[in-house]
T-cell receptor
Framework: EAGVTQSPTHLIKTRGQQATLRCSPI?????VYWYQQALGLGLQFLLW???????NRGNFPPRFSGRQFPNYSSELNVNALELEDSALYLC????????????FGAGTRLSVL | EDKVVQSPLSLVVHEGDTVTLNCSYE??????LLWYKQEKKAPTFLFML????IEKKSGRLSSILDKKELFSILNITATQTGDSAIYLC?????????????FGKGTHLIIQP
């Protein structure tokens, strides 16, 4: 069974540009979570999508946004990139209604120059 | 605000040693505590703990939760170089995925041959 897949693996952008990151959850999982892992800060919760709807967001500015598609895959968009957005962005999925064990993808490393 | 503190932040031991990693937390309406192992990028699930005093075990790894004192420990016996990784502790509040998981900064464990 395929795990959570994320693309691209690496992304290099310049300040002010937009970045789009993609995530495909484990088959059968309807919930998708996005986290930012910046150096020295640990994983910070960004967004939660379930059944196509944004259910909650963490303490991040509105230029971090996303969506979930009918096949439960998800996109994270970061507008007006800033240098401090450089981080590993991890996507996780879980089975709605079950214990909240989140399964993670390998992440997208975003570098903002 | 929910808070998870892991200690030590880094640890270097020799192969064969036993290690104990600590995780303390402050969370409103605690539901569960999870341990993950992050070797390169994707954190992989180790344990979920919900009840105090019940040890979860998988091979050389074990973990226990103390809900009164608000902490958990992860033990690794007879360590091997393949155990080198960042070990992440996360807590979940009641409400399921509403706030994602709150992660500690992790313990960077290095096993020397």
């Amino acid at each position: 069974e395929a795990g959570v897949t994320q693309s691209p693996t690496h992304l290099i952008k310049t300040r002010g540009q937009q970045a789009t990151l993609r995530c495909s959850p484990i088959s059968g999982h309807t919930s998708v979570y996005w986290y930012q892992q910046a150096l020295g800060l640990g994983l910070q919760f960004l967004l939660w999508y379930d059944e196509g709807e944004e259910r909650n967001r963490g303490n991040f500015p509105p230029r971090f946004s996303g969506r979930q598609f009918p096949n439960y895959s998800s996109e994270l968009n970061v507008n007006a990139l800033e240098l401090e957005d450089s981080a590993l962005y991890l996507c996780a999925s879980n089975l709605a209604g079950g214990p909240n064990i989140q399964y993670f993808g390998a992440g997208t490393r975003l570098s903002v120059l | 605000e929910d808070k998870v503190v892991q200690s030590p932040l880094s640890l270097v031991v020799h192969e064969g040693d036993t290690v104990t990693l600590n995780c303390s937390y402050e969370v409103t309406n605690f539901r569960s505590l999870l341990w993950y192992k992050q070797e390169k990028k994707a954190p992989t699930f180790l344990f979920m703990l919900t009840s105090s005093g019940i040890e979860k075990k998988s091979g050389r790894l074990s973990s226990i939760l103390d809900k009164k004192e608000l902490f958990s420990i992860l033990n690794i016996t007879a360590t091997q170089t393949g155990d080198s990784a960042i070990y992440l502790c996360a807590v979940e509040a009641v409400g399921g995925g509403a706030d994602g998981l709150t992660f500690g900064k992790g313990t960077h464990l290095i096993i020397q041959p």
